[in-house]
Nanobody, 122 residues
């Protein structure tokens, strides 16, 4: 049973940094991609970033490029978020599934964490 547990959310001021973590367990993740999505109130869930478990290839949404950095540390996926903006406010979710040729932003994910709230005030 795959389990994803997010941590590290909180309330910060614009320009501050936060580091989210996603602890993954329940299977070996070779061939999987680990992704972060976010959903703001009244908006659709959107792709933020992803990393392939084995090769460590990284992917970013245009809105976070240059500000966010995704990494893997053993069985944890980290999302370092710098220069945060009020529009980054959302619930952030960790997700995983086998890597698809559709690409991490477009593919389906079977496994999701419970989410962690990030609030950025101006």
């Amino acid at each position: 049973q795959v389990q994803l547990v997010e941590s590290g959310g909180g309330s910060v001021q614009a320009g501050d940094s936060l580091r989210l973590s996603c602890a993954a367990s329940g299977r070996t993740f070779s061939g999987y991609v680990m992704a972060w999505f976010r959903q703001a109130p009244g908006k659709e869930r959107e792709f933020v970033s992803a990393i392939t478990w084995s090769a460590g290839n990284t992917y970013y949404a245009e809105s976070v490029k240059g500000r966010f950095a995704i990494s893997r540390d053993n069985a944890k996926i980290n999302l370092q978020m710098n220069s945060l903006k009020p529009e980054d406010t959302a619930v952030y979710y960790c997700a995983t599934d086998l890597f698809s040729l559709r690409g991490p932003a477009q593919q389906e994910y079977r496994y999701w964490g419970q989410g962690t709230q990030v609030t950025v005030s101006s």
